[in-house]
């Protein structure tokens, strides 16, 4: 795994989008925690200056959970809310 990409892609995110990031994160059953430990630290920093969720974010985090239900959400989805999507599903198939 290229953790070093991911790091630094980690910092490139939005403070939104490294919160939403952050979230599904500390949730992926999928994820090593060594990956977590490694690239949590960045999400952090960056997610610091954030606002709280708004409901489309919380769709959002749905459908990285659920990505079955992505197809109805998607049309909601800003920015932010994408990037945060692709940065944890690119972690995942990494891991694959």
Known sequence: MNLDYYLRK???LSPKAAKIALRVLDRDPYIPVESIVALRPALVERSNESAG?????WMTIAAIE???IHRFTNRFESREQRHARLWVNGLRQEEL
């Open 10 to 12: 980690a910092r490139e």
């Open 53 to 57: 969720f708004g409901t489309t974010d």
């Open 66 to 68: 659920r990505p079955a």
